[in-house]
């Protein structure tokens, strides 16, 4: 309840000069949020989310620019030891 109700807050005060940031929202609230952000109030966001199917926002508009742009955290997995090193590296 406390992440919606801050986000709610976000969305109200948010103007086009406002720098956004938003970590971890479910998937549907993210894709409404996201799009709301872009197209009503086109303020320049950072969304955190591991929920892959969200990189499909920047293919949205069959070829037309959405303003949406994906990136990621860039990590290495040792294939003998399995072992995960983060570069925090935003590529």
Known sequence: M??????????????????????????CLAWAICGHLVEVIKAPTLFATHFHEL???????SGQPS????YHVSAHIDSSSRKLTMHYKVV
């Open 55 to 61: 990189t499909a926002l920047a293919h949205e508009n």
């Open 2 to 27: 406390q992440k919606m109700l801050e986000t709610a807050s976000i969305l109200k005060g948010a103007t086009d000069k406002s720098l956004i940031i938003i970590d971890e929202l479910g998937p």
């Open 67 to 70: 303003g949406i742009a994906n």
